[in-house]
């Protein structure tokens, strides 16, 4: 089981970049790295997932090092409606038991 | 394209009763998954439905149990209620083929008293 470890919390500036980065030293070859976002009282919002080197997509960019032992979330230019908690995963959505939310990391991005 | 449903959004329960939650998966999802997340913590899973039967189960005792319908439609239900039970909780569905991501729905609030 992949255990991660990403930072309680984090505060930016609109317009600013927020890149999260997440360790999981531990991570199988078979495992990819999913981030969720979530708003409150909603349910966790897909953002991205990778497997190696970068990914991106339209709100947000993936980096991942060769090791694979961490991960970092890039979001660019954040706005007030950013302000979320941000959850790391690592394994494979074919065994739903082994993911671990954890405690995430709340961003709040101020005016 | 409707996303995941749960049904209700909110309910107040006394010690001891039991809930049923409902959970509608996204179209062209086969795959339902429940979690509970209590407030200020990650979601935790409870089990998943895969062809009407359960697959792979969390940590929860048998007082939580399930059930998947032929259209992939689940229920959740859970029995002698605690207060420990008061969380979100929340329905997520993907497509059996690996590493399709998870989609949630915006879960049920359960309130035990």
């Known amino acids: 089981l992949a255990k991660t470890t990403q930072p309680i919390s984090m505060d930016s500036y609109e317009g600013q970049e927020v890149n999260i980065t997440c360790s999981h030293n531990?991570?199988?070859?078979?495992?990819?790295i999913t981030w969720y976002q979530q708003f409150p009282s909603q349910g966790p919002r897909f953002i991205i997932q990778?497997?190696?080197t970068k990914v991106t997509n339209e709100v947000a960019s993936l980096f991942i090092p060769a090791d694979r032992k961490s991960s970092t979330l890039s979001l660019p230019r954040v706005s007030l409606s950013d302000t979320a908690v941000y959850y790391c995963?690592?394994?494979?959505?074919?065994?739903?038991?082994?993911?671990?939310f954890g405690a995430g990391t709340t961003v709040t991005v101020r005016a | 394209d409707a996303g995941v449903t749960q049904s209700p959004t909110h309910l107040i329960k006394t010690r001891g009763q039991q809930v049923t939650l409902r959970c509608s998966p996204k179209?062209?999802?086969?795959?339902v998954s429940w979690y509970q997340q209590a407030l200020g913590q990650g979601p935790q899973f409870i089990f998943q439905?895969?062809?009407?039967?359960?697959?792979q189960r969390g940590n929860f005792p048998d007082r939580f149990s399930g059930h998947q319908f032929p259209n992939y439609s689940s229920e959740l239900n859970v029995n002698a209620l605690l207060l420990g039970d008061s969380a979100l909780y929340l329905c997520?569905?993907?497509?059996?083929?690996?590493?399709?991501?998870?989609?949630f729905g915006n879960g049920t609030r359960l309130t035990v008293t």
């Open positions: 997520a569905s993907r497509l059996r083929e690996n590493n399709s991501p998870l989609h």
């Open positions: 531990n991570i199988a070859t078979n495992d990819y």
């Open positions: 990778g497997y190696k």
């Open positions: 995963l690592v394994g494979t959505f074919s065994n739903d038991y082994k993911l671990s």
């Open positions: 179209s062209g999802h086969d795959t």
């Open positions: 439905y895969y062809e009407e039967e359960e697959r």
